[in-house]
């Protein structure tokens, strides 16, 4: 078997890997056929799988550094392999803060060394946009089971343009399939703070602020800050909607005066007058890694941390908190995050998207990847892998909900998800939220005045777009 031979995913550098000559040759072979040429609406794939080919053939994927990467790449080559022996897959990855200039670097040059692009929803409008990958309503329509996953997040890791609603529009094309969902799960210490989880968000800081007092050189929250990725703005976010806020108004194309209006300036408020001060000294630019560490070292008694990125914190190698799995979850309790005025808690994940950039044989290879994945039975065994599955089935299958104690959070979160905008001018907006929240949150600017800056340079980049991009 090739996957016996298979050499561990290759970690890329933040700058995009030097293309190979012949992917160069067929990309513009491709390019000169049309694919990512510019017509309006861009490349469909064919509605069948093509003819695959039987000679040794890579298929790459582009995601960033984290657990689940390694999780897929051990995946398909255990499992896809079983129906392609001929096929080795690679998941190559960058530092999150890279990710995005990883793939769209080298979409705008129109040649990947990437087959499947792994994009956050939000990318999904700049991609479509820009021609960079495949129109995949016609393969979709005629290999998968739509009815078989929630419609939001059908839509959310696919459709273009998006539904704010979370309803699927029936007359949008989709454009990516769901690799992996996510939503934030919040952690707390059992054995310090008891085994019922506080149920609103000011129940929660209360908690909180009470076990730090009760436990000297353990900070009440943990939480991401840092101005990289989308860190410090998803934390924003997901506190503006508990507390009744929006982003904008997506009908009018509305920043200003919305993000920033009283429920806005109340969660502002909340975040850094009442949950940054609960937070370790020098946790200013904390992410995922160092929220699992001050969670693993017995730091924090209350964190925030998405699903996906939670399994080490099960590992007794990498915890203080048990010498096993089992003596650790006596410690940590899982739950869905409280409520307060709405039940909103964050939508995060990623789909799969066929890059238009690379050659016949590639793209059939990722279609039929694609098909595959998307199987109940593989779905299921995508869940028991230590994946996040999308499917309705698998999302309520034992392999799922028995894999880990967090992963019923998630179950339970779909109906709650909300998402940011979904427009093509995401990368400028989430970068000024981001600045403007983690300079808040460190006490470069007041926290009001950092919100009016978010509205007013948001709103900027909206209108020089057009209105919605």
Sequence with gaps: ?????????????????????????????????????????GVAAPAA?????????????????????????????????????????????????????????????????????ILDSQHIGEAVTNNNILDLTAFIDE???????????????????????????????????PLLGDTWTMIYRKDLMGDEPPQTWDEMIAAAQTCQDENPGVSGLAFHQSNGSDAAAVTYN??????????????????????????GQKAMDVLVNQMKPLTARGSGNWFIDEVNAAVAQGQACIAFQWIAASG???????????????????????????SQ??????????????????????????????KWFEQADVQKQWAAAGGVPSRTDALE???????????????????????????????QLIDIENTNVNAALNGAKDPAEALDDIAEQQQGVIDSSGGLG
């Design 1 to 41: 078997m090739r996957n016996a031979e298979h050499t561990r995913r290759r970690s890329l550098p933040g700058r995009p890997a030097r293309v190979t000559a012949a992917l160069t040759l067929g990309a513009t072979a491709l390019v000169a056929c049309g694919g990512g040429g510019g017509s309006e609406g």
């Design 49 to 117: 799988v093509p003819e695959l080919t039987d000679d040794p053939i890579t298929l790459s994927f582009i995601w960033f550094e984290w657990p689940p990467a390694q999780a897929l790449e051990d995946f398909a080559n255990a499992e896809y392999t079983k129906e392609r022996p001929n096929v080795t897959v690679e998941v190559n990855t960058v530092p999150n803060a890279n990710w995005h200039d990883a793939m769209f670097t080298q979409f705008a040059a129109r040649q990947t060394d990437f087959d499947i692009a």
């Design 143 to 177: 290999n998968i089971d739509v009815d078989a996953y929630d419609p939001y997040l059908l839509a959310a890791y696919g459709q273009y343009p998006q539904a704010e609603t979370g309803q699927r529009d029936e007359d949008a094309s989709l454009y990516g399939l």
């Design 238 to 263: 997901t506190v503006n909607g508990v507390y009744g806020g929006n982003l904008w108004d997506s009908a009018e194309g509305q920043i200003e005066g919305v993000i920033n209006d009283e429920a």
């Design 312 to 338: 080490g914190l099960l590992d007794p190698e990498q915890s203080t908190l048990g010498e096993t799995r089992e003596e650790i979850e006596a410690v940590l309790g899982f739950a869905p995050l409280p």
């Design 341 to 370: 005025d709405t039940d909103f808690v964050p939508l995060g994940g990623m789909g799969m998207h066929v890059s238009a950039y690379v050659d016949e044989a590639q793209q059939a290879e990722a279609l039929s990847f694609m």
């Design 397 to 427: 299958s034992p392999e799922f909900l028995d894999a880990a104690p967090f992963n019923q959070v998630y179950t339970d979160s779909v109906p709650r998800m909300r998402d940011m905008w979904n427009v093509p001018e995401y990368a």
